[in-house]
């Protein structure tokens, strides 16, 4: 099934605006996924699809933020790898079990990032919360963050990114950056399990991802313009108005 002029303007713009956000507030899906549901997709179709088109966030984001990026390789390839095989493991359970694991404790996890976005300046005082690089716990906690990427999504981005502002010895607009080109790799694995086995509608990611890339590339350019204090606001009020949501699907509407 195709998709009219029309609503390929709707979804590059939608892409856009998806793009920008899932850099600056790590919610890309909030805009990606219910454009797609508008669309007519089935709730099923609109998440692989949307997680498909996703993964050009990650590559927009990686061009944009070469600055922030710059001398992080080694570190950035191990967390690749990291986000690669949570992102592949997230999509076998989306495929194979029924129902969703995460549904109900995904509000809970996303409240407690948002607010851990808060108090992390104070808790970086801390030795147990200051960088540290990838040790056992912080590897297996980002392991489990891109495997909730690839399997939900919801938030997700949020959640990565305290766990990396334990691993990445940066200031947190570098941290962002790297986030969102982790995240595209995560989406990228999970996207191989889709592709093959999901109902993914291509004539959506088309226009979607183009879009997608655009806002990823511009997002790093708007970050470096926010400050800090203000961006971390904006990242953790984001994040409790998607807890909420979650709560109201997961409880109340269940």
């Known amino acids: ?6 609503e390929a303007l709707v ?16 919610l890309a899906s909030l805009v990606t996924y219910p454009t ?3 669309a007519g997709l089935p709730p099923v179709a609109a998440n692989v699809t949307s997680t498909v088109a996703q993964t050009f966030v990650g590559l927009g984001a990686a061009l944009g933020a070469r600055r922030e990026l710059g001398g992080q390789r080694p570190l950035l390839l191990r967390l690749a790898l990291l986000s690669a095989l949570g992102g592949a493991l997230g999509a076998a359970l989306l495929l194979l079990l029924p129902g969703r694991s995460f549904e109900l404790a995904a509000p809970i996890l996303v409240a407690g990032a948002s607010l851990a976005i808060l108090a992390q300046p104070r808790l970086a005082h801390h030795r147990h919360f200051q960088p540290q690089g990838i040790r056992l716990w ?14 939900f999504g919801a938030g997700g981005g949020i959640l990565a990114l305290v766990i990396l502002a334990a691993i990445i010895d940066r200031p947190l607009g570098h941290v962002n950056m790297a986030k ?27 226009p979607l991802a183009i879009g997608l890339f655009i806002g990823g590339f511009i997002g790093p350019w708007l970050v470096r313009r926010v400050p800090v204090r203000l961006l971390r ?11 909420l949501v979650l709560v109201w699907r997961a409880y109340a509407a269940g």
Request: charged share 0%; aromatic share 10%; net charge positive.
């Open 138 to 151: 912080t590897g297996l906690a980002y392991v489990a963050v891109s495997v909730y990427i690839g399997y």
């Open 11 to 26: 979804l590059l713009a939608a892409g856009i605006l998806g793009g920008v956000v899932g850099v600056v507030v790590s």
């Open 233 to 243: 606001g904006l990242i953790a009020v984001s994040g409790l108005g998607v807890a």
């Open 180 to 206: 969102s080109a982790l995240a595209g790799l995560a989406n990228g694995a999970a996207s191989i399990g889709f592709i093959f086995f999901g109902p993914v509608r291509w004539a959506y990611v088309v």
């Open 1 to 6: 099934m195709g998709v009219s002029p029309l």
């Open 36 to 38: 797609l549901l508008l």
